[in-house]
């Protein structure tokens, strides 16, 4: 007798999908019907289950989607960076916020190796704090029980993953996060200074209360600007909003038009000339890749 079950998608392996059941806590091994035509982790579905054999039948609506990595379902994600080797690029963490932003998904901003930099190395770090990005300071391989309580309360209940370069910190953090989860680790290479690449694809990995869930996920060189869509880029950078209507052009794009009033806050350090420059960056490269599809 075939039973309908409701359950999170944590592996994709071939053409196999395991499925966490909250029902009974256990996983299922399925299969999908072929009128449904592309699952990721994270999918909410709904399965059939028959003498152990599984089938999707239903894949929930997705309330949002990473494509880089691929999982839907995201509550927060986790940006980590390290401090020193590889010493982080603001850059790449405006880019990672915007992209978030976009997406209304939520980031949290964790800095590793902090035992290889001096306090002053870091405070400069403070403000996105007042953009709503409080970050978090902290070694990977001596979690303070403070820190350690302190991100547990922020996954509880959640959909959480885990995003970052490689040679970060970051599996040795999820890690030491909880006992159920074992990932594999690599040092970073001392020729290179870069992270040897150890986590091979996106999984799921339910913890103790069998209601959080934190995804492990290949580690990222880059960012594909071209994930982005054409929005108004002033929407990732929560800051520039107020700014932007005082433009003297409703459709300034705050690069050289005159009178913009996001480009003088920044030359009056009213706003953090970093952010300035992220925005003017991921603007050129955006109109970099929508010539390159005009022709």
């Known amino acids: 007798m075939s039973v309908l079950g409701y359950g999170k998608i944590l ?27 592309h699952l990721v982790v994270g999918d909410d579905v709904i399965f059939d289950s028959n003498g152990g054999k599984g089938n ?11 494509t880089h990595p691929c999982i839907a379902n995201v509550d927060v994600v986790f940006y980590i960076s390290a401090l020193k080797n590889p010493e982080y690029k603001l850059y790449q963490i405006d880019l990672f916020l915007a992209y978030l932003f976009s997406l209304n998904i939520k980031a949290k901003l964790v800095f590793t190796k902090k035992d290889l930099v001096h306090q002053d ?11 709503g990005f409080e970050p978090l300071f902290l070694n990977s391989l001596d979690l303070k029980p403070e820190e350690k309580k302190q991100i547990h309360e922020e996954i509880k209940n959640k959909v959480i993953v885990f995003a970052g370069g490689s040679g970060v910190g970051k599996s040795t953090l999820l890690k030491n996060l909880s006992m159920n989860i074992n990932v594999k680790t690599d040092e970073i290479s001392r020729k290179t200074l870069k992270g040897k690449q150890t986590t091979k694809q996106v999984s799921l990995y339910c913890l103790d209360s069998h209601k959080t869930f934190i995804a492990d996920t290949p580690g990222f060189s880059f960012f594909d600007e071209s994930l982005f869509k054409q929005i108004d880029l002033t929407r990732g950078f929560p800051e520039f909003q107020t700014l932007a209507a005082q433009c003297r052009f409703s459709n300034c794009s705050h690069q050289e038009e005159p009178d913009c009033s996001i480009k003088q806050a920044a ?5 953090k000339k970093s952010r300035y420059d992220s925005y ?12 390159r599809c005009d022709y």
């Not at 999707?56 to 990473?66: A, D, F, S, T, W």
């Open 280 to 291: 003017r960056m991921l603007y050129s490269q955006l109109e970099k890749i929508k010539k």
């Open 56 to 66: 999707i039948v239903e894949v929930k609506p997705r309330k949002n989607m990473l």
């Open 121 to 131: 190395g870091f405070k400069d770090l403070g403000f996105y704090a007042s953009l």
């Open 267 to 271: 030359e009056k350090k009213l706003i």
């Open 11 to 37: 592996k994709i392996y071939n053409s196999l999908y395991e499925v966490f059941d909250p029902k009974s806590l256990n996983t299922q091994t399925c299969h999908k019907q072929k009128k449904i035509e």
